[in-house]
């Protein structure tokens, strides 16, 4: 599991706004949500091991999101294209934002250095914001175990 990130954002923070192009062709703002709970969840890279268990455990309790009255929204900074293809592989029933200028991720503070295999470069890290109804973050994972994560933020959605 990756090490945790200092994030600038923290609990009570007004949710940074967004536009963004999505999968299936369309384009949502955060503003759409005002008033719902949404779950943000920032992941490196379209159809990669750990991105797939999250994505898939977010789909496998989606009707559990969607009961909780939540809304679950993917980021990465992939090309829609890319998002196309991974949504449609995997059945994902939820939008996947493309990011491709990285203002969301830069805006959320989960663009930052990682390592891999010794290597140093510059990605998304995973980071999970649970927004409230009111815009503003009511829980941040900045720690992730992809195949577990959605049932944790089911349980916050519980509270």
């Known amino acids: 599991m990756a090490k945790a990130i200092s994030l600038k954002l923290k609990v009570g923070d007004a949710a940074p706004g967004f536009t963004a192009a999505t999968s299936g062709g369309g384009t949502v703002s955060l503003a759409d949500y005002l008033g719902q709970n949404v779950v943000l969840y920032f992941y490196p890279r379209d159809d990669t091991p750990g991105c797939t268990k999250e994505a898939c455990a977010f789909r496998d309790q989606f009707d559990e999101f969607k009961k909780a009255g ?16 991974f949504a449609a592989k995997f059945q994902l029933p939820f939008p996947l934002l493309a990011d491709v200028d990285q203002q969301i991720v830069a805006a959320y503070g989960v663009w930052g250095e990682k390592s891999f295999m010794g290597r140093k470069y510059q ?35 519980a509270l």
């Not at 939540?70 to 293809?85: E, M, R, Y």
């Not at 990605?123 to 992809?146: A, E, N, Q, S, Y």
């Open 70 to 85: 939540a809304v679950v929204l993917g980021v990465s900074t992939d090309p829609v294209k890319a998002h196309d293809k």
């Open 123 to 157: 990605g998304t890290h995973r980071v999970t914001f649970l927004i409230g109804p009111d815009g503003k973050i009511k829980k941040i994972w900045p720690l992730v175990k992809p195949e577990d994560h959605a049932v944790e933020v089911l349980a916050a959605l």
